[in-house]
C-alpha cells in the first residue's frame, strides 16, 4: 500500500498548497534540461515523502526544528558540482534565494530556515559531495563541501603517512563548506593560522550558475569566500588546502581546577593563576596552544547538590611531553603540570583527544558523521583586547554556577595569528586581539523546552555582564559564530548602511570590501539570508580597485 504524504509544514502549507501543482513540476523541467536521470531524486518538495527528512537530517540545533519554523520551498539534494549548476540557475529562474548547506551547524539555523512567513527560498544542500583527494607529494588536499573535518583529517594523515596535517576546528561532524568559509577555529591556528588561510584554490557555484575556480572568480571573490562566511556569495564545491607539516609525536593535557570554597586562599589561587594564563597563553611559543573553559560542576553535600566553578585547561603542543613540560614549567608554572598528566599521541589522534575522545578510540570514529549529539543551544562570542581584570574574573565564576548547562571557553590567539594582517582575508580580528571567548548553553533533547527562555537569559547576560572587559568600536564577533541578536537584514529591504551595525561586528573594515564584491557578484541577492552580505554597487573605476586588490 502506497504511504499518504507528508502533510506540510504548517507555515507552508497556506501558501504553497495552492501553486505546487504547478510549481513542482516547472522546476522538476528545468533541473532536466540541465541534468542527467531522474530529476525528481534531487527535487524534494513539501508534502513529498522525502521532504522531512532530508530537512531535518543535519538540523544540528534543536531549536529549529520545530515544525512551526518555516521552512524551505524546495530542498535541493545535488551530487555533482553540474547539477549545484542547474540547482542555482532554476532557482533564480523560479524567483527563489538560494540558501547553501553542508553539514547543518549554523549557529542560527540560517542555512535552512527563515525567520520571515515567505517560504520563497531553496535550500541546495550539498552533503552528497563530500570526495577528499589527498597529493602529499605536493602538500595539498581537494576536499569537496559535503566533506566532514573528520573525513579530511582521515585521509590526509592516511595519505601522509602521519607526515601533513590541516589546521582547523576540533568538532569533526562540521563540513568544510561552511567551516573555511568563515574562517575556521583550531588547536593549531597559533601556528599555521585559520583554515580559510590555509585555502589555495576553490571551486564556486555563481549567481549565474557558472562554475568558477579561482583564476575564473578572480582574486576580489577568491578573498570574499575565505571568511565572509558562508551564504553570501555563491556555493562553495570544493576547497583546494595547503597541508602543514606535523611531527610523529604530538601532546596534550588536561587539567582541571575545582572551586570548593569562595572567597579564600583557594580562591585567590585560582584567580592568580588564571591571570598569569591570561598574560601568558597568547605569547607561547606557536607550536603550543593551551585554552581554559569554565563549567559549573554538581557536588553533593548531604542531602544538598551546590554548583562550584570547575577550570580546565586544556592543551595541545606539536613535540613531545618532555619538551611540553618543559615549556610550560617555564611560562606557567603556576600551572603544576607533572608528567603523569601528559599524553603523547599522533596528530590525528590529537584530533580526537581535542573533541573529548581520550580513551584511545580508533581513528576510524572520526568518520562518523552522526557523531555529535544534537541539542538545543545559544552560542555567543567576544574578543579580548586585554586581559580580563579580577573583577571580571571574580564575576565569571560567580555566573557560570547559575546554568548548570552553560560553559564558557577562552580560546587563545597570537603567534600566526596576529602575523596575517587584518585585509589579508576578511577575519579581521588579528593583531592585538589576544583571545576569543565562546559562551555556550546547551540543553539535550530529553530536557523540558520550557527552559529554553531561561538559558537564553543566562547567556545574553553572560555576554552583558562582559561589556566592560572586552573589545570595544566595535564590539568584535565572528561569523562562524553567527548570532542575530547582533542585528539582521530585513527581506526585501537589505541596506548596507543598516548591516553595517552587525557586520562590522564581524569583519571590521573588510565589512565595505565584501559589500563591494556582493555587488559585483550576486548585485540582485540570490544568495540572501538575514545575514548575508548585502551589495554595495560602486563606480566601475572604484570597482576595479576592488577585483585588483
Known sequence: MARAPAPLPPPLAPLLAARLAVFRPSFLRCVARRTAGDPSRLVHAPGDDSYPSLLDSTIQNLRFA??????????????TADEVRACVVCCRAHGL????????????GLSYRSLGRSPRFAVVDVAALRAVRVDAARGVARAEAGATLGELY???????????????????????????????????????????DNVVDAEVVDAEGRLLDRAAMGEGLFWAIRGGGGGSFGIVVSWTVTLVP??????????????????????????HLLTKWQAVAHALPDNLFVKM??????????????????????????GNCIDMITQIHHHLPELGIKPTDCREMNWLQSMLYSYGYTNGQPAEVLLDRTLQPKDYYKIKLDYLTSPIPTPGLIELLTKIVEDEDGSIDIDPQGGEMSRIPESGTPYAHRSGYLYNLQYFVKWGGDKNVSYEDDHLSWVRGLHELMTPYVSKNPRAAYINYRDLDLGQNVEGNTSYEEARVWGE??????????????????????????????PLVISTRDAGLVSDS
Not at 512551526?68 to 551530487?79: D, E, I
Not at 534565494?97 to 542560527?108: C, I, L, M, N
Not at 585521509?155 to 574562517?183: M, W
Request: aromatic share 8%.
Open 154 to 196: 582521515y585521509a590526509v594523515a592516511e595519505g601522509s603517512g602521519g607526515r601533513l596535517g590541516f589546521p582547523a576546528g576540533i568538532c569533526p561532524t562540521v563540513c568544510v563548506g561552511g567551516h573555511l568559509s568563515g574562517g575556521g577555529f583550531g588547536p593549531m591556528m597559533r601556528k599555521y593560522g585559520l583554515a580559510a
Open 505 to 534: 561586528k564581524y569583519f571590521r573594515g573588510n565589512f565595505r570590501r565584501l559589500a563591494m564584491v556582493k555587488g559585483e557578484v550576486d548585485p540582485d541577492q540570490l544568495f540572501w539570508s538575514e545575514q548575508s552580505i548585502p
Open 293 to 318: 573553559s569554565m563549567e559549573a560542576k554538581a557536588i553533593n553535600d548531604g542531602d544538598d547538590s551546590t554548583r562550584h566553578p570547575l577550570v580546565t585547561f586544556k592543551s595541545l603542543f606539536l
Open 66 to 79: 520545530s515544525p512551526r519554523t518555516p521552512r524551505p520551498a524546495l530542498v535541493l539534494t545535488p551530487v
Open 246 to 271: 606535523v611531527p610523529a609525536v604530538v601532546s596534550a593535557f588536561t587539567v582541571h581546577r575545582l572551586l570548593l570554597r569562595r572567597g579564600g586562599h583557594d580562591e585567590q589561587s585560582l584567580l
Open 97 to 108: 534565494t538560494v540558501r547553501a548547506r553542508s553539514g547543518g551547524h549554523d549557529y542560527e
